[in-house]
């Protein structure tokens, strides 16, 4: 059974996550972004690759709204890692990842009320 919590520190954000017979704690701050792969999503951090049985939508449930984004079915980026945006890609440090359809309209909005 996955258990996914946000525990709000005097100074961290972190979840703890079930993999397999563990509990791993992930720092919010150390998210790039996550990636949805059928009933299982990989997190990917600046440290290392946490995949757990869970889905997109679980997740986007649990991360706070403020720094977390969907931008496509099958991801979700720390607005916080954003380097760039190229034409429909959100390029977090060498890895691209796509921007969808659905989910274009929404994620403009949000980059424009940042954009000087």
Do not use: A, C
């Not at 525990?7 to 397999?20: N, T």
């Not at 972004?33 to 649990?62: A, F, R, S």
């Amino acid at each position: 059974m996955l258990t996914w919590r946000i525990i709000k520190g005097k100074s961290h954000e972190f979840l703890m996550v079930k993999v397999e017979y563990t509990t791993i704690r992930v720092d919010l701050n150390d998210i790039l972004y996550i990636e949805g792969l059928k009933d299982y999503v990989k997190i990917h951090t600046e440290g290392k690759l946490i995949l757990t049985k869970t889905t997109m939508k679980n997740i986007i449930e649990k991360l706070p709204s403020d720094s977390f984004f969907r931008v496509h079915k099958s991801y979700i980026v720390s607005v916080n890692k954003i380097d760039m945006i190229e034409n429909s890609r959100i390029v977090i440090g060498n890895q691209r990842i796509p921007i969808g359809e659905s989910f274009r309209t929404s994620f403009f909005e949000m980059v424009s009320r940042n954009l000087i």
